[in-house]
C-alpha cells in the first residue's frame, strides 16, 4: 500500500493525470481563454506513510507545463525527475531509467494537469462542497465529505480568491490522513497563456 501510494503520487505529480480542466474555447476559432493565468509554483505534498515530496510546476497554460520533483524523502534518486506536457506529448526524463515519452488519448478533449487537486472548480454546495470561514490572509476554504464504498472521505481545500488557485489541499478516509498539499511558492504571471 504504502509504495502504491507514492508511485501514485510520483505519477501524478511528474507523469501528469488526465482530468478535466475549465478551459473555455471559442467555437469557430483557435484562441483560447485560460481559466489560470500563467504561474509558477512550489508545492510540498506528504503521504500517508508521512513521506513527503517537494514538487515545481511552470504552468504556461493547460496545454504546457513542465513539473520538476525537487526532493523526495521516499526516493531520493529521483530528485531531478521532470514531466513536460506540451500539448501532444508527455515527455519524463528521469535521473535513473531515462526518457519515457507518453501521447495520452484525451477523447474528450480533457486537458492534462499535474495534480488533481490543481483542477478549476466552482466550490459549490450543488457540487457538494461547504464553505468554511477564510483562513488567517483571507483565502477562501471549503471542503467536502463523500461516502465511496463505505469509507468516508474528507477533502479540505483553500484557494486565492483572485487567482483561485489552491493554495492547500488536505484528504482523510475514515478520518486517517491520506496526504496534505501545501503551496510553499507561488508566482503568478501576468499576460495570456501561450501555447507551443
Do not use: C
Not at 34 to 59: K, N
Request: no cysteine; net charge negative; glycine share 8%.
Amino acid at each position: 500500500m504504502l509504495a502504491r501510494a507514492a508511485a501514485v503520487l510520483t505519477v501524478a505529480a511528474i507523469a501528469g493525470a488526465v482530468a478535466a480542466a475549465s478551459v473555455h474555447t471559442r467555437i469557430g476559432a483557435t484562441a483560447r481563454t485560460e481559466f489560470y493565468p500563467p504561474f509558477r509554483m512550489v508545492w510540498v505534498e506528504e503521504d500517508a506513510r508521512g513521506a513527503t515530496y517537494t514538487i515545481e510546476l511552470m504552468w504556461r497554460g493547460s496545454r504546457s507545463w513542465t513539473t520538476v520533483l525537487r526532493a523526495s524523502s521516499a526516493d531520493p534518486g529521483a530528485v531531478g525527475r521532470t514531466g513536460n506536457w506540451d500539448g501532444r506529448t508527455l515527455t519524463s526524463d528521469d535521473p535513473v531509467s531515462g526518457r519515457s515519452t507518453y501521447r495520452p488519448e484525451l477523447t474528450v478533449g480533457a486537458p492534462l494537469v499535474p495534480a488533481q487537486w490543481l483542477l478549476a472548480s466552482r466550490y459549490s454546495p450543488d457540487d457538494g462542497w461547504e464553505a468554511l470561514d477564510p483562513d488567517e490572509d483571507g483565502n477562501e476554504r471549503f471542503r467536502k465529505t463523500e461516502t465511496q464504498r463505505g469509507r468516508e472521505r474528507t477533502i479540505t481545500r483553500t484557494r486565492d480568491p483572485d487567482t483561485w488557485l489552491v493554495l492547500a489541499s488536505t484528504t482523510t478516509v475514515d478520518g486517517d490522513h491520506l496526504n496534505t498539499v501545501r503551496v510553499v511558492e507561488l508566482e503568478v504571471r501576468p499576460g495570456p497563456a501561450r501555447y507551443p
